[in-house]
Structures are given as structure tokens and as C-alpha cells.
């Protein structure tokens, strides 16, 4: 399986600090995507980073990939309450499929 | 913005009937997408449609399953006679192509209950 797999599982973070989160997986990709997702909710797309990019930046968000350490990150700076939320990798192989990792749930203190 | 969109948003059935998903695509899109997440667990792909074909399906993906795009808007996913395990959020996607640096977008999920 080449699902990503996301570390830690929950991060607490104090509002205005930095919040990072990586995701490792197995096998050769096109791209990796990250969601967010909101208690019971459905996945927002934040950002896709392709498999010959190394850095990509949306906004306050901040994603790396490491192809040779098949590994991904996301930095969330300056959180606010509003992106408590749970935070999924997904690879995508051009398999006709997304693989999701476990997730990371990230909870910020006001 | 176009968006995913799926009805029912939650579906309460009884273990062994049919039930039919519905999902509406973003409209120039052309793949299309069944995932299901149990809860507390994974997003789990289920399978993939192109050009009224299915391109991709899991092991989840089972006789008891089937997809259909019976208009030009519409994606249905079918599941024949429900189980207990069946309970999940199913969320539709759509892309404009498939790999290569295409986001799938998903639409709010359903959310489904076999008792």
C-alpha cells in the first residue's frame, strides 16, 4: 500500500503558533494532496504539491516533499481557533484512486 | 465557486435494503469518484468512473456495489442489500482529469446508518 501515513496523531497549540505535521508513504507518486476536515464534515482541499515540486506555499500554509525520503510536511503558521480540524496526506499514483493517511488532529487553544 | 454536491447529506436504512447515493459533479469534470470513511478511521477510496466505465475499484468495492451516471449531471453510487459494516460517510469527488496534478474536489458526504 502506498496510503500516507500522518505524524503525530493530535497536536494542541497555543492560537498564534505554528503547527506542523508530516506525512510519509511507500510507493512513487504523481502528487500529494492535503485536506482538512471538520468534526463530521467533508474534506476542503488545501493544497497539491506535484512529484517534481519541493516547496509550496498557500497563504499561511507551507508544504514540503522529499521524494528521495518519500515524506511530506505541512506548516500551518499563526493558527487561529478556526483551523481546529483534522488534517489528511493523500497520494495519488495516477491510479484512478487517492490514498489517505490517518490523519493528524490539530486543536488550537484560544 | 463550483462545488460537489450530494444528497442525501444523512440516510438511515435497515440492514438488507437498497440504498442509492446521489451525487452532482462539478460540471466540465470527467472523473468521477465513491470514497467512504468509517468513523474514527481512514478515507477509504471505493472506485473511480471515467467515460461511463469503472476505471479503478478496492476490495470494498463488491457485488453488493454499483455506480451508474444515468443523465449528464448525476452519479450514483448503489448499495444492493446493506450491512451493519456498511454504516460510513460516503463522499463523492470529481476531477477534471486523473493523475498528473489534479486535485479531486469532494462534495459534504452522506452519511449513512444500517441498523
Known amino acids: 500500500s502506498q496510503q500516507g501515513e500522518e505524524d503525530p496523531q493530535a497536536l494542541s497549540i497555543q492560537e498564534g503558533e505554528n503547527a506542523t505535521m508530516n506525512c510519509s508513504y511507500k510507493?512513487?507518486?504523481?502528487?500529494l494532496q492535503w485536506y482538512r476536515q471538520n468534526s463530521g464534515r467533508g474534506l476542503v482541499h488545501l493544497i497539491l504539491?506535484?512529484?517534481?515540486?519541493r516547496e509550496k506555499h498557500s497563504g499561511r500554509l507551507r508544504v514540503t516533499l522529499d521524494t528521495s525520503k518519500k515524506s511530506s510536511s505541512l506548516l500551518i503558521t499563526a493558527s487561529r481557533a478556526a483551523d481546529t480540524a483534522s488534517y489528511f496526506c493523500a497520494t495519488d499514483a495516477n491510479d484512478y484512486k487517492l490514498s489517505f493517511g490517518a490523519g493528524t488532529t490539530v486543536t488550537v487553544r484560544a | 465557486e463550483p462545488e460537489v454536491t450530494q444528497t442525501p447529506s444523512h440516510q438511515v436504512t435497515q440492514m438488507g435494503q437498497e440504498v442509492i447515493l446521489r451525487c452532482v459533479p462539478i460540471s466540465n469534470h470527467l472523473y468521477f469518484y465513491w470514497y467512504r470513511q468509517i468513523l474514527g478511521q481512514k478515507v477509504e477510496f471505493l472506485v473511480s468512473?471515467?467515460?461511463?466505465?469503472?476505471?479503478?475499484k478496492s476490495e470494498i468495492f463488491d457485488d453488493q456495489f454499483s455506480v451508474e451516471r444515468p443523465d449528464g449531471s448525476n452519479f450514483t453510487l448503489k448499495i444492493r442489500s446493506t450491512k451493519l459494516e456498511d454504516s460510513a460517510m460516503y463522499f463523492c469527488?470529481?476531477?477534471?482529469?486523473?493523475?498528473?496534478?489534479?486535485?479531486?474536489?469532494f462534495g459534504p458526504g452522506t452519511r449513512l446508518l444500517v441498523l
Open positions: 510507493t512513487s507518486i504523481n502528487n
Open positions: 504539491i506535484r512529484s517534481n515540486e
Open positions: 468512473f471515467y467515460n461511463n466505465e469503472i476505471s479503478e
Open positions: 469527488a470529481s476531477s477534471l482529469r486523473t493523475g498528473g496534478g489534479e486535485t479531486q474536489y
